[in-house]
């Protein structure tokens, strides 16, 4: 499956912005998708994660209650919804698939076998 991540930005403190991962190629239900960021100097991270079937999701801490994962199976299309940004959030950020039955998820990197090329997410304070 090939991922194609967009929606980046810049955006002020507080602001919101959405982040898609188009995906081609396969069944995307087939698929468990991920977030992941990377912020300048610093080691890529674990944001949120969504089963094939979207039914279960998690998240790292420091975006529970503000970012929100989903998925449109008939659109093969991934979303990430950032609220309440913070200067924090500045990072690249990428989509993640890996191939499972529909209701499994991972925060686990190194089990994504598709990467999207990555959209950089920039909070001004």
């Known amino acids: 499956v090939q991922l194609q991540a967009s929606g980046g930005g810049l955006v002020q403190t507080g602001g919101s912005l959405r982040l898609s991962c188009a995906a081609s190629?396969?069944?995307?239900?087939?698929?468990?998708m991920g977030w992941f960021r990377q912020a300048p100097g610093k080691e890529r991270d674990f944001v949120a994660t969504?089963?094939?079937?979207?039914?279960?999701?998690a998240y790292t801490d420091s975006v529970k209650g503000r970012f929100t994962i989903s998925r449109d199976n008939d659109e093969n299309t991934g979303y990430l919804q950032l609220n309440n940004l913070k200067p924090e959030d500045t990072a690249v950020y990428y989509c993640a698939a890996g191939y499972s039955n529909r209701y499994y998820y991972t925060s686990s990197e190194s089990a994504y076998a598709y990467w999207g090329q990555g959209t950089l997410v920039t909070v001004s304070s």
């Open positions: 969504i089963s094939g079937s979207g039914l279960s999701t």
């Open positions: 190629g396969r069944t995307f239900s087939n698929y468990y």
